[in-house]
């Protein structure tokens, strides 16, 4: 139960910094796009720098949950930072949410509820990762990252560029959590010392500062109705697979398996709706407003087709 705790609050910091992160990058002109220049630009930002310091929360907070707990079970929960990001906007902003929204953050609640019961993660019979899977995990899953950004980066329009840039933030988040799950199955076995003579950590850190790096373009390169169903859908997916396959971790089988499809279906249908709420378009233009570099009228006629 402490793991689902350290979890919803670390999704909750993110959700926040989620939130001052996306106004911060909207200002940004499109042509610092895929170039060292952004973080350059953003460093003087405020807003930025404050949603840098709630997401080193987060992974501090998800750290500890993954120390306790299931790597299936933990990127299950931080999948609710997305409902909670559009309540704290619309919080920020003072726009009520609709009954639509409201019901997609249902949704993706009762998903996420109805995924946890249905699979019940649980440890395996040893937590020791043989080599041999680190390095395969880390290939498959660190080439499909390379492969949707090559592919992001050589296509020239913004809303699919936006959604394969997404979809490889979503990828790289994943390998960033089942580095910090190493990193905290170290410290229960050696505690601090072993964390900081691990690989691990230095791991943990490379694929963290990659997945920064790729969320920053995917809110640079389009509307969040492209880029956010894959940072909120793949991250878990993923993670679950690297719980199972590489972890060892258990999860329900036969026809309790088979029934996870209902509440996939509906996070995933809770993504897509929230996506598009008219909550976050509103945060994108009020950024945007104070630019003066048109990004948003090409928003505003991506997010409306």
Same mark, same amino acid.
């Given at each position: 139960?402490?793991?689902?705790?350290?979890?919803?609050?670390?999704?909750?910091?993110?959700?926040?910094?989620?939130?001052?992160?996306?106004?911060?990058?909207?200002?940004?002109?499109?042509?610092?796009?895929?170039?060292?220049?952004?973080?350059?630009?953003?460093?003087?930002?405020?807003?930025?720098?404050?949603?840098?310091?709630?997401?080193?929360?987060?992974?501090?907070?998800?750290?500890?949950?993954?120390?306790?707990?299931?790597?299936?079970?933990?990127?299950?929960?931080?999948?609710?930072?997305?409902?909670?990001?559009?309540?704290?906007?619309?919080?920020?902003?003072?726009?009520?949410?609709?009954?639509?929204?409201?019901?997609?953050?249902?949704?993706?609640?009762?998903?996420?509820?109805?995924?946890?019961?249905?699979?019940?993660?649980?440890?395996?019979?040893?937590?020791?990762?043989?080599?041999?899977?680190?390095?395969?995990?880390?290939?498959?899953?660190?080439?499909?990252?390379?492969?949707?950004?090559?592919?992001?980066?050589?296509?020239?329009?913004?809303?699919?560029?936006?959604?394969?840039?997404?979809?490889?933030?979503?990828?790289?988040?994943?390998?960033?959590?089942?580095? +910090?799950?190493?990193?905290?199955?170290?410290?229960?076995?050696?505690?601090?010392?072993?964390?900081?003579?691990?690989?691990?950590?230095?791991?943990?850190?490379?694929?963290?500062?990659?997945?920064?790096?790729?969320?920053?373009?995917?809110?640079?390169?389009?509307?969040? +109705?492209?880029?956010?169903?894959?940072?909120?859908?793949?991250?878990?997916?993923?993670?679950?697979?690297?719980?199972?396959?590489?972890?060892?971790?258990?999860?329900?089988?036969?026809?309790?398996?088979?029934? +996870?499809?209902?509440?996939?279906?509906?996070?995933?249908?809770?993504?897509?709706?929230?996506?598009?709420?008219?909550?976050?378009?509103?945060?994108?233009?009020?950024?945007?407003?104070?630019?003066?570099?048109?990004?948003?009228?090409?928003?505003?006629?991506?997010?409306?087709?």
């Amino acid at each position: 139960m402490i793991s689902y705790v350290l979890a919803f609050l670390g999704a909750l910091a993110n959700a926040m910094g989620n939130t001052l992160n996306r106004k911060a990058s909207r200002d940004e002109p499109a042509e610092v796009q895929f170039r060292l220049r952004m973080f350059a630009d953003l460093v003087h930002r405020p807003a930025w720098l404050s949603a840098i310091g709630l997401m080193t929360v987060s992974f501090l907070l998800a750290s500890a949950a993954l120390a306790a707990g299931q790597l299936a079970s933990v990127q299950l929960v931080i999948v609710l930072e997305l409902p909670l990001t559009l309540i704290g906007g619309s919080l920020l902003l003072g726009i009520r949410l609709g009954v639509r929204e409201w019901r997609a953050i249902a949704a993706m609640t009762g998903g996420v509820i109805g995924l946890l019961a249905l699979l019940n993660p649980r440890p395996g019979p040893s937590t020791a990762v043989p080599a041999i899977m680190w390095i395969l995990g880390s290939a498959a899953n660190g080439g499909a990252v390379l492969v949707l950004y090559l592919a992001a980066k050589a296509h020239p329009g913004p809303l699919v560029r936006a959604a394969l840039l997404g979809a490889a933030a979503g990828f790289s988040y994943a390998l960033t959590a089942a580095y +910090t799950k190493g990193m905290a199955d170290q410290f229960n076995e050696g505690g601090i010392s072993a964390v900081f003579s691990s690989w691990e950590l230095y791991a943990c850190v490379a694929a963290g500062l990659v997945s920064v790096w790729l969320l920053q373009n995917a809110y640079e390169a389009g509307p969040l +109705t492209a880029s956010q169903p894959g940072i909120t859908l793949v991250d878990p997916v993923i993670s679950t697979l690297w719980g199972v396959v590489v972890f060892g971790e258990r999860v329900n089988q036969g026809a309790l398996l088979a029934l +996870t499809a209902l509440p996939l279906i509906a996070v995933a249908a809770g993504a897509v709706v929230l996506s598009r709420s008219p909550v976050l378009r509103a945060a994108a233009q009020a950024s945007e407003a104070g630019a003066g570099n048109g990004r948003h009228q090409r928003d505003l006629a991506e997010a409306d087709s």
